[in-house]
């Protein structure tokens, strides 16, 4: 079973306010995700990292920042939070290869008040 | 048309009968196949995953995977009302350079 956490669980945060998200893995996996998720709704991909220096976009427009400078580390950052921010943010990791699934952390809750 | 389709559901069944839940895709190349279920306000988690073509059975889940009719389901046999979820489906692509696909969900109501 993958070990995969993220911090804070739940963040309640004021408008412009900077967070940074975190999420660590200690599997050693290559690949690592962020995607957003409001209650009853679907996933939407964010950000998603093949490996160190390696991030791209995802699906859904964002206008959060990652970072990916050691293997075991994925952070999300927001420089200036919005209520429309609110949602909640599941981190996920995954071997390199194609049939591996993912594994996802227990998920940071925010609410931009 | 989206990538990964599902039934958003609510599929009620009640407790005991056989819940079936199904998911098509649209990549011919898609290449693995993966059944997550997610209760409110938590994360996913892995129930079943599936490669090659026919069914593959864990105890009260079997998956069943048709690639010439690009489909995808999970069966989920003596339904308890813990089994009451959203079960996602997830298909990886041909190529390892592009994140999994989840599809919407479809949300599992077992009645007492």
């Known amino acids: 079973e993958a070990d995969i956490y993220q911090t804070p669980r739940y963040l309640v945060i004021g408008t412009g306010k900077k967070i940074t998200l975190e999420c660590s893995q200690t599997m050693g996996h290559d690949k690592m995700y962020w995607y957003q998720q409001d209650p009853g709704m679907e996933l939407h991909l964010i950000h998603y990292s093949y490996g160190v220096n390696s991030t791209e976009k995802g699906d859904l427009s964002s206008e959060s920042t990652v970072s990916r400078i050691r293997t075991e580390h994925f952070p999300l950052t927001l420089e200036s939070a919005r209520p429309s921010h609110t949602s909640q943010y599941l981190c996920?990791?995954?071997?390199?290869?194609?049939?591996?699934?993912?594994?996802f952390g227990n998920g940071t809750r925010l609410t931009v008040t | 048309q989206k990538e990964v389709e599902q039934n958003s559901g609510p599929l009620s069944v009640p407790e005991g009968a056989i819940a079936s839940l199904n998911c098509t895709y649209s990549d011919r190349g898609s290449q693995s196949f993966f059944w997550y279920r997610q209760y409110s306000g938590k994360s996913p988690e892995l129930i079943m995953f599936?490669?090659?073509?026919g069914d593959k059975e864990d105890g009260r889940f079997t998956a069943q995977l048709n690639k010439a009719s690009q489909y995808v389901s999970l069966l989920i046999r003596d339904s308890q009302p813990s089994d009451s979820a959203t079960y996602l489906c997830a298909v990886s692509p041909d190529t390892g350079r592009r994140a999994l696909t989840f599809g919407s969900g479809t949300r599992l109501q077992v009645q007492p």
């Open positions: 996920a990791s995954q071997r390199s290869s194609t049939n591996s699934p993912l594994h």
């Open positions: 599936i490669y090659s073509n």
